[in-house]
């Protein structure tokens, strides 16, 4: 079974700041992850993915993240925050045997300091 | 637009109502997932589907809930007798599986949700 924690429910940093969000995995097997992120009453968009290959990560909005597997970590990190960037973000896992299915953290709530 | 599209938005009811949410699949996507997020909570996996084919329930799709594919194509989630429990958020997602392919692509693509409010 898979499990992911994401250390810190809220989160805040000025804007202009380095954002850096935490995620801690466990898996059996070598892991799928992903970063999203929610907007308020919205669905969930993907950021970011790591599958196999570089461990650092872009994606989307300016984000990137990078797999450790020796610390079971995949945090998730932003140069500069922007106001826009003030929402939910959830890191997941899966595997890549079988369906897609995501396991979720709890989520961390980014809000930004103008 | 060619997403993950899901109806209705919002839904609110009244306890022991039954609901019924749709979702439509991106057109070429022959997996669909359903899963449902609490107020301050990640999503939570329900139930998937392979076609029309229901080849996994979580332990959280207790009897009243029922899901379905008939055409392999779009899905109904029902909530019979509804609780104040249940209001939550229900997010569909799709994916594609390739033939002959080993290890997935690792990505779903989710619809906008559904919200219920269980008075």
């Known amino acids: 079974a898979q499990s992911v924690t994401q250390l810190g429910s809220h989160v805040s940093v000025s804007e202009g700041a380095l954002v850096l969000l935490r995620c801690n995995y466990s898996s059996s097997v070598p892991p799928y992850l992903f970063w999203y992120v929610q907007y308020p009453n919205q669905g969930l968009q993907l950021l970011l993915k790591?599958?196999?290959?570089?461990?650092l990560v872009k994606g989307i909005n300016g984000f990137e993240a990078e797999f450790k597997k020796s610390e079971t970590s995949f945090h998730l990190t932003k140069p500069s925050a922007h106001m826009s960037d003030a929402a939910e973000y959830f890191c997941?896992?899966?595997?890549?045997?079988?369906?897609?299915?995501?396991?979720f953290g709890t989520g961390t709530r980014l809000t930004i300091i103008p | 637009d060619t997403g993950v599209s899901q109806d209705p938005r919002h839904k609110i009811t009244k306890r022991g109502q039954n609901v019924t949410f749709r979702c439509d699949p991106i057109s070429e996507h022959n997996r669909l997932y359903w899963y449902r997020q609490t107020l301050g909570q990640g999503p939570e996996f329900l139930t998937y589907?392979?076609?029309?084919?229901?080849?996994?329930k979580s332990r959280l799709l207790s009897d009243r809930f029922s899901a379905e594919r008939p055409k392999g194509s779009f899905s109904t989630l029902e909530i019979q007798r509804t609780e104040q429990g249940d209001s939550a958020m229900y997010l569909c997602?799709?994916?594609?599986?390739?033939?002959?392919?080993?290890?997935?692509?690792?990505?779903?693509?989710f619809g906008e949700g559904s919200r219920l409010t269980v008075l």
């Open positions: 589907f392979q076609n029309e084919a229901q080849l996994e």
């Open positions: 997941a896992v899966s595997v890549p045997f079988g369906n897609e299915k995501l396991t």
């Open positions: 997602a799709s994916s594609l599986r390739s033939a002959g392919k080993t290890l997935n692509t690792g990505e779903l693509f």
């Open positions: 790591y599958t196999t290959g570089a461990t």
